[in-house]
């Protein structure tokens, strides 16, 4: 028979194996503290930070960003609401998760496999995992095929977890269509809308739209690559995993949305004619059948905002949420909340339909199930 220090010494260690690398006190079975770093410091990237610094189960060591201005300050005095942290941001990520020993590393820089899989691999070979908002991350294996399969065998090697998402993609188009399937029987189909009113979003999201631009303009730069909202392919590919359906091809087709009349937001007039944003349509299509479209509308003045699903089954569903979910206010729940869930997962390279449902706590009791307070 064990002993109190060997049964809890074995505890630990069960513990340890199945949810990762964090420790529990004696045999309280109370979480430590997720220390986390912060791998990017863009506009939500900071967002991220405010919201990590919100979580009594967080302990925020570290930030990281390339952006020389930003480098040898105190993340907080970078907010919007500054503060002391005492946490002075890095150049260099292999010195910060040196330094620090994280548990996980909340990762935004760019949306792009070929930009993100060094810094990636530079992670997960300490041993870390990470959950980033890049959006080819959320789905890698069309398009990035042999990044996706390196990065996934030196996170198995090294026993660490790494997951893509995000708002779109991430939940609203792809997570969410599918967890609506489950009620179904049968399903022939999935369509899902994105409406956003781009006045009520940061500028540099409404210049990504094209907002203002003549309409010429707007097509040269759809030709270059720098007006293109990256991840509906990515949904398209994620769906259709969960759905067991092999497409014959995804399209994608970016249009300019004009004005008809004079449309603004707070930093930008668009007059009639000129561009007020960006539709976007991706479909997965099989011998000429459209299992998914994806239909992403983002304009100045666009009516009736919201975000819905189709589901063409049995039975339909159809699902709508009135104005929509605001990106900048979600993306940062999304990453922080998905940490914990990190800890269970697989080691390797993970989707979205890995992950068990998110919400901002920490732990769901798997005892004492009760919601209602003992007031007698």
């Keep these: 028979m064990w002993g109190k220090a060997g049964f809890c010494d074995f505890l630990r260690l069960l513990l340890r194996r199945k949810l990762g690398r964090h420790g529990y006190s004696e045999c309280t079975l109370r979480l430590d503290k997720i220390k986390v770093v912060q791998y990017g410091l863009g506009p939500i990237g900071l967002r991220i930070v405010e919201f990590l610094l919100t979580r009594p189960w967080v302990e925020l060591v570290g930030a990281v960003d390339i952006d020389r201005t930003k480098v040898g300050k105190d993340v907080g005095q970078l907010l919007a609401s500054p503060k002391r942290t005492g946490?002075?941001?890095?150049?260099?990520?292999?010195?910060?998760?040196?330094?620090?020993?994280?548990?996980?590393?909340?990762h935004a820089t760019s949306s792009s496999m070929n930009t993100i899989q060094p810094q990636l691999l530079e992670i997960v070979d300490n041993g870390v995992s990470v959950v980033s908002t890049a959006e080819e991350l959320t789905y890698p294996f069309a398009k990035h095929p042999e990044l996706a399969n390196a990065l996934d065998q030196r996170a198995r090697k090294t026993k660490a977890v790494v997951l893509g998402t995000g708002i779109n993609p991430g939940f609203l188009l792809d997570t969410l269509a599918v967890v609506l399937s489950g009620v179904c029987q049968k399903v022939n189909s999935i369509r899902a809308e994105r409406i956003v009113d781009s006045s009520r979003r940061r500028l540099q999201f409404q210049k990504k739209t094209g907002a203002g631009m003549a309409p010429s303009e707007f097509e040269k730069?759809?030709?270059?690559?720098?007006?293109?909202?990256?991840?509906?392919?990515?949904?398209?590919?994620?769906?259709?995993?969960?759905?067991?359906?092999?497409?014959?091809?995804?399209?994608?087709?970016?249009?300019?949305?004009?004005?008809?009349?004079?449309?603004?937001?707070?930093q930008i007039r668009v007059q009639p004619g000129a561009v007020a944003g960006v539709r976007q349509v991706a479909k997965g299509i099989l011998a000429g059948q459209e299992l998914v479209v994806l239909d992403l509308r983002m304009y100045i003045g666009a009516p009736n905002p919201h975000d819905s699903i189709l589901i063409d089954g049995t039975p339909p569903v159809d699902m709508t949420?009135?104005?929509?979910?605001?990106?900048?206010?979600?993306?940062?729940?999304?990453?922080?909340?998905a940490i914990p869930k990190l800890m269970g997962l697989e080691p390797g390279l993970r989707t979205m339909l890995d992950v068990p449902p998110l919400s901002p706590r920490l732990d769901i009791p798997s005892e004492d199930r009760?919601?209602?307070?003992k007031t007698f």
Excluded at 321 to 337: F, K, L, Q
């Design 87 to 106: 946490i002075l941001v890095g150049e260099k990520g292999a010195d910060v998760l040196k330094q620090t020993s994280p548990d996980a590393v909340t």
């Design 321 to 337: 949420i009135r104005g929509g979910v605001h990106g900048d206010t979600a993306t940062p729940a999304i990453i922080v909340n």
């Design 370 to 373: 009760s919601v209602m307070l």
């Design 221 to 266: 730069k759809v030709a270059e690559g720098s007006i293109k909202h990256v991840g509906l392919p990515e949904s398209v590919g994620l769906i259709s995993l969960a759905m067991g359906w092999k497409v014959g091809e995804i399209q994608e087709r970016i249009t300019p949305v004009i004005a008809e009349k004079e449309v603004r937001s707070d």
